[in-house]
């Protein structure tokens, strides 16, 4: 098992320029997160989605947009970035219990807006 | 939502030495308190967790207890080692599904 996969790791994006953050988990995972994490601070939810077809906002999500097709995939996209959101974004996923869920943390991507 | 406020935001010990890091919440409806590790330039791991319906937890050098009446959970780590050192975040429910975390606590062991 690969666990939760993200690409890129790096990338570098102009002021105004969109992309997509992949995020892929081969665990059978319904919950699938993602979160931002800025220099020396904690971690932000973003958006989250507990199954195919559906997604919900998180704290920060202003900026973001997501989908989830599939169980598989969950990815991030930005449109018109901005210098506020150069972050590491971390993707995470887990199961669903009734008492409790660890989370699976991918390696994250590491964006700079200029 | 969840109030996770965790205490304190740096620690330094010697080797050897005991570490005890904090974390209180706000909902007394929480079930569910993990902790992560997240050594520099990684990504967090857990490392330990508690359920609501026990007070303590053990693995090997790492120990969780939990204080449901004064809403406070604890991460204890015995005979630290420079491997220890890393930033560790407690977490508590937040609504279905997901957790607020705390804030970091940055552990730094000294040799």
């Known amino acids: 098992n690969a666990g939760v996969t993200q690409t890129p790791k790096f990338r570098i994006l102009k002021i105004g320029q969109s992309m997509t953050l992949q995020c892929t988990q081969d665990?059978?995972?319904?919950?699938m997160y993602w979160y931002r994490q800025d220099p020396g601070m904690g971690l932000k939810l973003i958006y989250y989605s507990v199954g195919a077809g559906i997604t919900d906002k998180g704290e920060v999500p202003n900026g973001y947009n997501v989908s989830r097709s599939t169980t598989e995939d969950f990815p991030l996209r930005l449109e018109l970035a901005a210098p506020s959101q150069t972050s590491v974004y971390f993707c995470?996923?887990?199961?669903?219990?009734?008492?409790?869920?660890?989370?699976?943390f991918g390696s994250g991507t590491r964006l700079t807006v200029v | 939502g969840e109030n996770v406020e965790q205490h304190p935001s740096t620690l330094s010990v010697q080797e050897g030495d005991s570490a005890v890091i904090k974390c209180t919440y706000s909902?007394?409806?929480?079930?569910?308190f993990p902790w992560y590790k997240q050594e520099l330039g990684k990504r967090p791991q857990l490392i330990i967790d508690?359920?609501?319906?026990?007070g303590e937890k053990k693995d090997q050098r790492i120990a969780v207890t939990l204080n449901k009446t004064a809403k406070h959970f604890s991460l204890h780590i015995t005979e630290t080692q420079p491997e220890d050192s890393a930033v560790y975040f407690c977490?508590?429910?937040?609504?279905?599904?997901?957790?607020?975390f705390g804030t970091g606590t940055k552990l730094q062991v000294i040799p």
């Open positions: 508690i359920r609501s319906n026990v």
């Open positions: 665990m059978n995972h319904n919950y």
């Open positions: 995470a996923s887990s199961l669903p219990t009734s008492s409790g869920y660890g989370y699976t």
């Open positions: 909902d007394s409806a929480s079930n569910y």
């Open positions: 977490a508590a429910p937040s609504g279905y599904q997901k957790v607020t």
